[in-house]
Protein backbone atom coordinates (compact mmCIF):
# COMPACT_ATOMS: atom_id res chain seq x y z
CA UNK A 1 0.00 0.00 0.00
CA UNK A 2 1.25 3.41 -0.68
CA UNK A 3 0.32 7.21 -0.33
CA UNK A 4 0.43 9.26 -3.32
CA UNK A 5 0.06 12.35 -0.75
CA UNK A 6 3.63 13.59 0.40
CA UNK A 7 2.85 12.81 4.31
CA UNK A 8 6.02 13.39 6.32
CA UNK A 9 6.46 10.35 9.02
CA UNK A 10 7.83 11.29 12.42
CA UNK A 11 9.27 9.20 14.95
CA UNK A 12 7.59 7.99 17.36
CA UNK A 13 7.08 9.70 20.50
CA UNK A 14 5.96 8.36 23.18
CA UNK A 15 5.17 11.60 25.24
CA UNK A 16 2.66 12.51 22.57
CA UNK A 17 0.81 9.22 22.60
CA UNK A 18 -2.91 10.39 23.31
CA UNK A 19 -3.95 9.48 26.79
CA UNK A 20 -0.87 8.97 28.16
CA UNK A 21 -0.11 5.22 27.78
CA UNK A 22 3.22 5.64 27.50
CA UNK A 23 5.82 6.95 30.12
CA UNK A 24 8.38 9.59 29.10
CA UNK A 25 11.96 8.41 29.65
CA UNK A 26 14.21 9.51 31.70
CA UNK A 27 14.85 12.71 31.28
CA UNK A 28 12.15 13.51 29.52
CA UNK A 29 9.19 15.66 31.08
CA UNK A 30 5.97 13.91 30.12
CA UNK A 31 3.63 16.17 27.95
CA UNK A 32 1.17 16.88 29.43
CA UNK A 33 -2.88 15.35 28.85
CA UNK A 34 -5.01 16.24 26.27
CA UNK A 35 -7.79 18.67 28.10
CA UNK A 36 -10.14 15.69 26.75
CA UNK A 37 -7.76 12.60 27.68
CA UNK A 38 -7.97 10.91 30.88
CA UNK A 39 -5.46 12.08 33.75
CA UNK A 40 -2.21 9.22 32.92
CA UNK A 41 -2.59 6.84 36.30
CA UNK A 42 -6.04 6.34 35.81
CA UNK A 43 -7.63 3.31 34.44
CA UNK A 44 -9.44 3.52 30.55
CA UNK A 45 -12.87 2.51 30.57
CA UNK A 46 -13.65 0.70 26.22
CA UNK A 47 -15.81 4.52 25.38
CA UNK A 48 -12.56 6.44 26.28
CA UNK A 49 -10.02 4.16 24.96
CA UNK A 50 -12.14 4.37 21.82
CA UNK A 51 -12.18 7.91 21.60
CA UNK A 52 -8.81 8.02 22.16
CA UNK A 53 -8.13 6.05 18.57
CA UNK A 54 -10.94 7.85 16.68
CA UNK A 55 -9.03 11.26 17.92
CA UNK A 56 -5.91 9.99 17.40
CA UNK A 57 -6.83 9.28 13.78
CA UNK A 58 -8.46 12.33 13.19
CA UNK A 59 -6.10 14.76 14.40
CA UNK A 60 -2.86 12.33 12.97
CA UNK A 61 -3.96 11.44 9.51
CA UNK A 62 -4.38 13.69 6.79
CA UNK A 63 -7.72 13.83 4.58
CA UNK A 64 -8.12 12.93 0.81
CA UNK A 65 -5.50 9.89 1.33
CA UNK A 66 -5.13 8.44 -2.24
CA UNK A 67 -4.56 4.57 -1.91
CA UNK A 68 -4.31 2.32 -4.83
CA UNK A 69 -5.22 -1.45 -4.42
CA UNK A 70 -6.83 -4.28 -6.05
CA UNK A 71 -10.52 -4.84 -5.17
CA UNK A 72 -11.89 -8.18 -3.22
CA UNK A 73 -15.16 -9.12 -1.35
CA UNK A 74 -17.12 -6.48 -3.26
CA UNK A 75 -20.55 -5.98 -1.93
CA UNK A 76 -22.42 -3.50 -3.95
CA UNK A 77 -25.60 -3.18 -2.59
CA UNK A 78 -27.02 0.02 -1.01
CA UNK A 79 -23.70 1.01 0.44
CA UNK A 80 -20.38 -0.33 -0.77
CA UNK A 81 -18.26 -2.52 1.06
CA UNK A 82 -14.95 -3.81 -0.26
CA UNK A 83 -11.09 -4.50 0.68
CA UNK A 84 -8.18 -2.77 -1.13
CA UNK A 85 -5.15 -5.35 -0.87
CA UNK A 86 -1.45 -4.96 -2.50
CA UNK A 87 0.78 -8.30 -2.34
CA UNK A 88 1.24 -8.17 1.95
CA UNK A 89 -1.56 -5.82 3.01
CA UNK A 90 -5.51 -5.26 3.14
CA UNK A 91 -7.36 -2.08 4.24
CA UNK A 92 -11.15 -2.62 4.77
CA UNK A 93 -13.36 0.74 2.89
CA UNK A 94 -16.83 1.54 2.76
CA UNK A 95 -18.24 3.81 0.65
CA UNK A 96 -21.52 5.69 0.86
CA UNK A 97 -24.67 5.07 -1.42
CA UNK A 98 -24.09 9.17 -2.90
CA UNK A 99 -20.38 8.75 -3.38
CA UNK A 100 -20.97 5.08 -4.85
CA UNK A 101 -24.33 6.31 -7.19
CA UNK A 102 -21.52 8.47 -8.94
CA UNK A 103 -19.11 5.96 -9.23
CA UNK A 104 -18.11 3.89 -12.41
CA UNK A 105 -18.48 0.51 -13.14
CA UNK A 106 -15.69 -1.64 -10.70
CA UNK A 107 -15.94 -5.18 -10.50
CA UNK A 108 -13.92 -7.91 -8.19
CA UNK A 109 -10.26 -7.98 -8.70
CA UNK A 110 -10.06 -4.44 -10.08
CA UNK A 111 -6.53 -2.49 -9.45
CA UNK A 112 -8.17 1.17 -8.40
CA UNK A 113 -7.28 4.31 -6.77
CA UNK A 114 -9.33 5.20 -4.00
CA UNK A 115 -9.33 8.74 -2.40
CA UNK A 116 -10.57 9.03 0.88
CA UNK A 117 -10.15 9.59 5.04
CA UNK A 118 -9.61 6.52 7.76
CA UNK A 119 -12.44 6.63 10.33
CA UNK A 120 -12.85 4.17 13.41
CA UNK A 121 -16.35 3.27 14.09
CA UNK A 122 -16.56 2.68 17.90
CA UNK A 123 -19.59 0.68 18.22
CA UNK A 124 -18.15 -2.30 16.56
CA UNK A 125 -14.13 -1.27 16.98
CA UNK A 126 -13.84 -1.54 12.91
CA UNK A 127 -11.48 0.77 11.66
CA UNK A 128 -12.43 1.59 7.79
CA UNK A 129 -11.15 3.76 4.82
CA UNK A 130 -14.25 5.77 3.86
CA UNK A 131 -14.55 6.35 0.01
CA UNK A 132 -14.84 9.11 -1.48
CA UNK A 133 -13.98 8.88 -4.84
CA UNK A 134 -12.81 6.02 -7.07
CA UNK A 135 -11.04 5.38 -10.27
CA UNK A 136 -10.64 2.49 -11.88
CA UNK A 137 -6.96 1.81 -12.80
CA UNK A 138 -6.63 -1.46 -14.52
CA UNK A 139 -7.05 -4.80 -13.78
CA UNK A 140 -4.97 -6.41 -10.35
CA UNK A 141 -2.15 -8.98 -10.40
CA UNK A 142 -4.27 -11.98 -9.07
CA UNK A 143 -7.11 -11.39 -11.64
CA UNK A 144 -4.62 -11.13 -14.20
CA UNK A 145 -3.33 -14.55 -13.19
CA UNK A 146 -6.63 -15.74 -12.95
CA UNK A 147 -8.54 -15.02 -16.61
CA UNK A 148 -5.38 -15.74 -17.84
CA UNK A 149 -5.44 -19.23 -16.48
CA UNK A 150 -9.03 -19.32 -17.17
CA UNK A 151 -8.84 -18.86 -21.21
CA UNK A 152 -5.88 -21.02 -21.07
CA UNK A 153 -8.15 -23.68 -19.23
CA UNK A 154 -10.99 -23.43 -21.21
CA UNK A 155 -9.38 -23.74 -24.73
CA UNK A 156 -7.68 -27.00 -23.38
CA UNK A 157 -11.67 -28.02 -23.38
CA UNK A 158 -10.98 -28.60 -19.09
CA UNK A 159 -14.13 -26.71 -18.53
CA UNK A 160 -16.72 -29.10 -20.78
CA UNK A 161 -19.63 -29.78 -19.18
CA UNK A 162 -19.47 -33.37 -21.40
CA UNK A 163 -16.37 -34.88 -19.88
CA UNK A 164 -17.22 -34.83 -16.54
CA UNK A 165 -18.05 -37.77 -15.02
CA UNK A 166 -21.89 -38.04 -14.21
CA UNK A 167 -23.67 -37.81 -10.14
CA UNK A 168 -24.24 -41.11 -8.35
CA UNK A 169 -28.17 -41.13 -7.69
CA UNK A 170 -27.79 -43.16 -4.44
CA UNK A 171 -23.86 -42.93 -3.69
CA UNK A 172 -22.41 -45.70 -0.62
CA UNK A 173 -19.33 -43.02 0.13
CA UNK A 174 -18.78 -39.68 -0.63
CA UNK A 175 -15.16 -38.39 0.49
CA UNK A 176 -14.96 -34.60 1.71
CA UNK A 177 -11.82 -32.99 1.23
CA UNK A 178 -11.56 -29.77 3.97
CA UNK A 179 -10.29 -28.20 6.87
CA UNK A 180 -11.30 -30.16 9.39
CA UNK A 181 -11.07 -27.20 11.61
CA UNK A 182 -13.77 -25.54 9.42
CA UNK A 183 -17.48 -24.16 9.74
CA UNK A 184 -18.23 -26.07 5.82
CA UNK A 185 -16.90 -29.33 6.91
CA UNK A 186 -19.66 -28.56 9.90
CA UNK A 187 -22.71 -27.58 7.79
CA UNK A 188 -21.84 -30.42 5.45
CA UNK A 189 -22.32 -32.89 7.94
CA UNK A 190 -25.05 -31.55 9.70
CA UNK A 191 -26.89 -31.56 6.20
CA UNK A 192 -25.84 -35.00 5.29
CA UNK A 193 -26.82 -36.02 8.62
CA UNK A 194 -30.27 -34.89 7.76
CA UNK A 195 -30.54 -35.33 4.27
CA UNK A 196 -29.63 -39.22 3.85
CA UNK A 197 -27.92 -40.21 7.38
CA UNK A 198 -27.09 -43.91 5.50
CA UNK A 199 -24.37 -42.83 3.26
CA UNK A 200 -20.53 -43.03 4.53
CA UNK A 201 -18.79 -40.47 4.94
CA UNK A 202 -14.75 -39.89 4.69
CA UNK A 203 -13.30 -36.71 5.54
CA UNK A 204 -9.81 -36.17 4.00
CA UNK A 205 -8.21 -33.39 6.20
CA UNK A 206 -6.05 -30.75 4.02
CA UNK A 207 -5.09 -26.88 4.36
CA UNK A 208 -7.34 -24.93 2.62
CA UNK A 209 -5.30 -21.72 2.70
CA UNK A 210 -1.75 -20.46 2.26
CA UNK A 211 0.93 -21.74 0.32
CA UNK A 212 0.93 -24.98 1.24
CA UNK A 213 -2.90 -25.69 0.82
CA UNK A 214 -2.79 -25.95 -3.18
CA UNK A 215 0.05 -29.03 -3.20
CA UNK A 216 -2.28 -30.80 -0.47
CA UNK A 217 -5.26 -30.30 -2.15
CA UNK A 218 -4.55 -31.83 -5.44
CA UNK A 219 -2.63 -34.88 -3.75
CA UNK A 220 -5.29 -35.32 -1.40
CA UNK A 221 -8.03 -35.96 -4.94
CA UNK A 222 -5.42 -37.76 -6.33
CA UNK A 223 -5.20 -40.36 -3.52
CA UNK A 224 -8.79 -40.58 -2.84
CA UNK A 225 -9.39 -41.40 -6.78
CA UNK A 226 -6.63 -44.00 -7.27
CA UNK A 227 -8.39 -45.75 -4.05
CA UNK A 228 -12.37 -44.70 -4.96
CA UNK A 229 -13.10 -48.42 -5.76
CA UNK A 230 -11.35 -49.92 -2.29
CA UNK A 231 -12.72 -47.51 -0.21
CA UNK A 232 -16.24 -47.69 -1.92
CA UNK A 233 -16.26 -44.37 -2.73
CA UNK A 234 -18.57 -42.76 -5.38
CA UNK A 235 -18.01 -39.03 -5.29
CA UNK A 236 -15.48 -36.79 -4.30
CA UNK A 237 -16.68 -33.22 -2.52
CA UNK A 238 -13.87 -30.37 -2.12
CA UNK A 239 -14.85 -27.54 0.15
CA UNK A 240 -14.43 -24.50 2.12
CA UNK A 241 -16.04 -21.72 3.47
CA UNK A 242 -15.63 -18.05 2.85
CA UNK A 243 -13.11 -15.37 2.29
CA UNK A 244 -11.44 -13.08 -0.22
CA UNK A 245 -10.24 -13.74 -3.32
CA UNK A 246 -5.99 -14.28 -2.17
CA UNK A 247 -7.93 -16.41 1.05
CA UNK A 248 -9.65 -18.88 -2.13
CA UNK A 249 -6.25 -18.15 -4.43
CA UNK A 250 -5.26 -21.86 -3.58
CA UNK A 251 -7.88 -23.38 -5.26
CA UNK A 252 -7.40 -21.43 -8.62
CA UNK A 253 -3.38 -22.99 -8.90
CA UNK A 254 -3.22 -24.99 -11.93
CA UNK A 255 -2.18 -28.02 -9.81
CA UNK A 256 -5.47 -27.97 -8.40
CA UNK A 257 -7.37 -27.43 -11.32
CA UNK A 258 -5.29 -30.30 -13.06
CA UNK A 259 -5.83 -32.92 -10.29
CA UNK A 260 -9.60 -32.14 -10.67
CA UNK A 261 -9.46 -32.60 -14.71
CA UNK A 262 -7.74 -36.44 -14.25
CA UNK A 263 -10.10 -37.10 -11.89
CA UNK A 264 -12.12 -39.95 -13.34
CA UNK A 265 -14.23 -40.13 -9.88
CA UNK A 266 -17.60 -37.81 -9.88
CA UNK A 267 -16.01 -34.70 -8.44
CA UNK A 268 -17.95 -31.37 -6.97
CA UNK A 269 -16.41 -28.34 -6.31
CA UNK A 270 -18.31 -25.75 -3.48
CA UNK A 271 -15.52 -22.96 -2.25
CA UNK A 272 -16.72 -20.17 -0.91
CA UNK A 273 -20.03 -18.00 -0.82
CA UNK A 274 -22.74 -18.15 -4.30
CA UNK A 275 -20.56 -14.93 -6.02
CA UNK A 276 -17.49 -16.67 -5.41
CA UNK A 277 -15.95 -18.30 -8.28
CA UNK A 278 -12.91 -20.69 -7.99
CA UNK A 279 -11.16 -22.25 -11.26
CA UNK A 280 -11.98 -25.76 -9.31
CA UNK A 281 -15.23 -25.31 -9.58
CA UNK A 282 -15.11 -24.67 -13.64
CA UNK A 283 -13.07 -27.98 -14.06
CA UNK A 284 -15.48 -29.91 -11.45
CA UNK A 285 -19.21 -29.71 -11.30
CA UNK A 286 -20.15 -26.68 -9.13
CA UNK A 287 -22.22 -25.86 -5.84
CA UNK A 288 -22.74 -22.37 -4.98
CA UNK A 289 -21.99 -23.05 -1.01
CA UNK A 290 -20.77 -26.21 0.63
CA UNK A 291 -23.91 -26.65 2.04
CA UNK A 292 -25.75 -26.98 -1.75
CA UNK A 293 -22.70 -29.18 -2.34
CA UNK A 294 -24.45 -31.93 -0.56
CA UNK A 295 -27.76 -31.43 -1.61
CA UNK A 296 -25.78 -31.89 -4.66
CA UNK A 297 -24.57 -35.39 -4.20
CA UNK A 298 -27.07 -36.81 -1.54
CA UNK A 299 -30.47 -37.81 -2.05
CA UNK A 300 -33.25 -36.11 -0.25
CA UNK A 301 -34.83 -39.67 2.10
CA UNK A 302 -37.91 -38.19 2.26
CA UNK A 303 -38.14 -37.35 -1.43
CA UNK A 304 -36.60 -40.87 -1.95
CA UNK A 305 -39.44 -42.63 -0.03
CA UNK A 306 -42.17 -40.56 -2.42
CA UNK A 307 -40.08 -41.35 -5.39
CA UNK A 308 -40.14 -44.94 -4.20
CA UNK A 309 -43.41 -45.34 -3.17
CA UNK A 310 -45.17 -43.32 -6.47
CA UNK A 311 -43.22 -45.86 -8.62
CA UNK A 312 -44.83 -49.06 -6.60
CA UNK A 313 -48.16 -47.53 -7.43
CA UNK A 314 -47.28 -47.17 -10.69
CA UNK A 315 -46.18 -51.24 -10.63
CA UNK A 316 -49.64 -52.02 -9.04
CA UNK A 317 -52.49 -49.86 -11.16
CA UNK A 318 -49.87 -51.28 -14.26
CA UNK A 319 -50.15 -55.40 -12.56
CA UNK A 320 -54.35 -54.33 -12.15
CA UNK A 321 -54.68 -52.81 -15.77
CA UNK A 322 -52.80 -55.94 -17.29
CA UNK A 323 -55.25 -58.29 -15.08
CA UNK A 324 -58.27 -56.66 -16.06
CA UNK A 325 -57.12 -56.92 -19.57
CA UNK A 326 -56.17 -61.01 -19.48
CA UNK A 327 -59.94 -61.27 -17.52
CA UNK A 328 -61.59 -59.96 -20.10
CA UNK A 329 -60.13 -61.33 -23.02
CA UNK A 330 -60.74 -64.65 -21.63
CA UNK A 331 -64.68 -63.59 -20.96
CA UNK A 332 -64.88 -62.72 -24.87
CA UNK A 333 -63.48 -66.89 -25.35
CA UNK A 334 -65.83 -67.85 -23.11
CA UNK A 335 -68.58 -66.66 -24.84
CA UNK A 336 -67.24 -67.51 -28.68
CA UNK A 337 -69.55 -69.63 -30.69
CA UNK A 338 -67.16 -72.20 -31.10
CA UNK A 339 -66.49 -72.94 -27.78
CA UNK A 340 -70.05 -72.89 -26.80
CA UNK A 341 -71.02 -75.29 -29.56
CA UNK A 342 -68.12 -76.86 -31.09
CA UNK A 343 -69.88 -79.40 -33.15
CA UNK A 344 -71.84 -77.05 -35.68
CA UNK A 345 -69.11 -74.63 -35.55
CA UNK A 346 -66.49 -77.60 -37.15
CA UNK A 347 -69.00 -79.14 -39.51
CA UNK A 348 -71.08 -76.65 -40.95
CA UNK A 349 -68.54 -74.59 -42.85
CA UNK A 350 -66.99 -78.44 -44.37
CA UNK A 351 -70.55 -79.31 -45.26
CA UNK A 352 -71.00 -75.84 -46.95
CA UNK A 353 -67.62 -75.99 -48.43
CA UNK A 354 -68.57 -80.14 -49.83
CA UNK A 355 -72.08 -78.69 -51.25
CA UNK A 356 -70.23 -75.87 -53.15
CA UNK A 357 -67.67 -78.31 -54.73
CA UNK A 358 -70.33 -80.91 -55.64
CA UNK A 359 -72.40 -78.32 -57.53
CA UNK A 360 -69.53 -76.78 -58.75
CA UNK A 361 -68.76 -80.20 -60.58
CA UNK A 362 -72.24 -81.13 -61.77
CA UNK A 363 -72.12 -77.24 -63.37
CA UNK A 364 -69.11 -77.99 -65.06
CA UNK A 365 -70.47 -81.94 -66.17
CA UNK A 366 -73.40 -80.07 -67.58
CA UNK A 367 -71.34 -77.52 -69.30
CA UNK A 368 -69.02 -79.45 -71.19
CA UNK A 369 -72.23 -82.59 -72.15
CA UNK A 370 -73.75 -79.00 -73.23
CA UNK A 371 -71.10 -77.86 -75.18
CA UNK A 372 -70.07 -81.68 -76.96
CA UNK A 373 -73.99 -81.60 -77.82
CA UNK A 374 -73.71 -78.51 -79.78
CA UNK A 375 -70.52 -79.66 -81.61
CA UNK A 376 -72.25 -82.85 -82.88
CA UNK A 377 -75.01 -81.32 -83.99
CA UNK A 378 -72.77 -78.70 -86.33
CA UNK A 379 -70.99 -81.57 -87.22
CA UNK A 380 -74.06 -83.57 -88.20
CA UNK A 381 -75.89 -80.39 -89.79
CA UNK A 382 -72.54 -79.63 -92.16
CA UNK A 383 -72.83 -84.06 -93.18
CA UNK A 384 -76.21 -82.94 -93.84
CA UNK A 385 -75.27 -80.50 -96.40
CA UNK A 386 -72.18 -82.68 -98.16
CA UNK A 387 -74.05 -85.11 -99.56
CA UNK A 388 -71.24 -87.23 -101.45
CA UNK A 389 -70.33 -90.97 -99.84
CA UNK A 390 -67.20 -90.14 -98.99
CA UNK A 391 -67.41 -87.01 -97.35
CA UNK A 392 -69.95 -88.72 -95.34
CA UNK A 393 -68.31 -91.87 -94.54
CA UNK A 394 -65.07 -89.47 -93.87
CA UNK A 395 -67.47 -87.36 -91.72
CA UNK A 396 -68.83 -90.71 -89.50
CA UNK A 397 -65.70 -91.18 -89.14
CA UNK A 398 -64.69 -87.64 -87.41
CA UNK A 399 -66.92 -88.15 -85.97
CA UNK A 400 -66.73 -91.51 -84.47
CA UNK A 401 -63.14 -90.67 -83.45
CA UNK A 402 -64.58 -87.31 -81.74
CA UNK A 403 -67.12 -88.87 -80.09
CA UNK A 404 -64.84 -91.19 -78.96
CA UNK A 405 -62.34 -88.49 -77.57
CA UNK A 406 -65.18 -86.55 -76.23
CA UNK A 407 -66.63 -89.45 -74.39
CA UNK A 408 -62.84 -90.47 -73.15
CA UNK A 409 -62.05 -86.83 -71.70
CA UNK A 410 -66.08 -86.61 -70.51
CA UNK A 411 -64.87 -89.91 -68.79
CA UNK A 412 -61.49 -89.61 -67.46
CA UNK A 413 -62.66 -85.78 -65.78
CA UNK A 414 -65.49 -87.12 -64.80
CA UNK A 415 -63.28 -90.02 -63.14
CA UNK A 416 -60.96 -87.09 -61.47
CA UNK A 417 -63.58 -85.73 -60.29
CA UNK A 418 -65.07 -88.57 -59.09
CA UNK A 419 -61.60 -89.41 -57.02
CA UNK A 420 -61.54 -85.42 -55.79
CA UNK A 421 -65.48 -86.14 -54.38
CA UNK A 422 -64.14 -89.53 -52.42
CA UNK A 423 -60.91 -87.91 -51.13
CA UNK A 424 -63.24 -84.85 -49.63
CA UNK A 425 -65.63 -87.81 -48.06
CA UNK A 426 -62.80 -89.37 -46.57
CA UNK A 427 -60.96 -86.07 -45.03
CA UNK A 428 -64.71 -84.54 -44.06
CA UNK A 429 -65.40 -88.45 -42.37
CA UNK A 430 -62.10 -88.26 -41.11
CA UNK A 431 -62.54 -85.32 -38.97
CA UNK A 432 -66.31 -85.74 -38.56
CA UNK A 433 -68.28 -86.34 -35.14
CA UNK A 434 -69.16 -89.90 -36.63
CA UNK A 435 -65.55 -91.43 -36.59
CA UNK A 436 -65.05 -89.34 -33.01
CA UNK A 437 -67.73 -91.53 -31.80
CA UNK A 438 -66.40 -94.44 -33.81
CA UNK A 439 -63.60 -94.45 -31.36
CA UNK A 440 -65.44 -95.29 -27.91
CA UNK A 441 -66.52 -91.54 -27.68
CA UNK A 442 -70.11 -90.41 -26.86
CA UNK A 443 -71.95 -86.50 -26.64
CA UNK A 444 -74.29 -86.12 -23.84
CA UNK A 445 -77.81 -83.71 -25.29
CA UNK A 446 -80.16 -82.09 -22.97
CA UNK A 447 -83.88 -83.08 -24.26
CA UNK A 448 -83.44 -79.48 -25.66
CA UNK A 449 -80.52 -80.04 -28.13
CA UNK A 450 -77.99 -78.65 -25.94
CA UNK A 451 -74.47 -80.37 -25.20
CA UNK A 452 -74.46 -81.31 -21.55
CA UNK A 453 -70.04 -80.16 -21.13
CA UNK A 454 -69.97 -80.36 -16.89
CA UNK A 455 -71.89 -82.44 -14.32
CA UNK A 456 -73.47 -78.89 -12.73
CA UNK A 457 -75.13 -78.71 -16.47
CA UNK A 458 -77.90 -81.04 -15.34
CA UNK A 459 -80.08 -81.97 -12.49
CA UNK A 460 -80.83 -85.05 -10.87
CA UNK A 461 -84.14 -86.70 -12.47
CA UNK A 462 -83.55 -84.72 -15.59
CA UNK A 463 -83.96 -87.06 -18.86
CA UNK A 464 -80.61 -86.51 -21.24
CA UNK A 465 -79.99 -88.38 -24.56
CA UNK A 466 -76.49 -90.09 -25.31
CA UNK A 467 -74.91 -90.13 -29.04
CA UNK A 468 -73.04 -93.33 -29.73
CA UNK A 469 -71.15 -94.63 -33.29
CA UNK A 470 -74.46 -96.58 -34.25
CA UNK A 471 -77.19 -94.61 -32.39
CA UNK A 472 -78.45 -92.88 -29.18
CA UNK A 473 -79.80 -94.13 -25.98
CA UNK A 474 -81.95 -92.01 -23.46
CA UNK A 475 -81.13 -91.75 -19.62
CA UNK A 476 -82.17 -90.26 -16.18
CA UNK A 477 -79.97 -88.11 -14.07
CA UNK A 478 -79.03 -89.73 -10.69
CA UNK A 479 -77.52 -87.49 -7.42
CA UNK A 480 -74.70 -85.74 -8.55
CA UNK A 481 -71.53 -87.16 -6.95
CA UNK A 482 -67.98 -85.17 -5.93
CA UNK A 483 -64.42 -86.62 -8.09
CA UNK A 484 -63.11 -85.12 -4.41
CA UNK A 485 -61.23 -82.55 -6.29
CA UNK A 486 -63.78 -79.95 -5.68
CA UNK A 487 -65.30 -80.83 -9.13
CA UNK A 488 -68.71 -82.62 -9.36
CA UNK A 489 -69.21 -85.94 -11.46
Known amino acids: MSYHTAVARRRFDP ?61 QRTHWYFNLKDEQSVVQCVMWASRAARAGEVREGDEVRAVGTFSFYKPQGRTSF ?33 RKPPLPLLPRRIAIITSRAGAALRDCLATAAARCPIVGILVVDVPVQGDAAAPAIARAIRAVDRRAARLGIDAILVTRGG ?31 EPDLEIIELVARRAATPTRGIVTLLPDRAELKRHLDHLRARAERAASRTLAEHRQRLAALARHEFLRRPGPTLLHPSRAALAELRHALESALRSTLERRRRELAALL ?34 SRRREALAGLRRHLGGIGPEQVLARGYSITQRVDGRIVRAAEDVRPGERIVTRLADGSLESEVLPVRSDGSGRTS
Open 130 to 162: VVETLEPRGMGALEARFRALCAELEALGWFDDA
Open 381 to 414: LRAERLRPAARITAARERLRNLAWRSDRAVRGDL
Open 243 to 273: GSREDLWAFNERIVAEAAFRCRTPLVAAIGH
Open 15 to 75: TRAAGGLFPASEGEAAAPPPSAGAPPESDLTVTAAALLVDDALSRGLPRNLRIVGQVSNLS
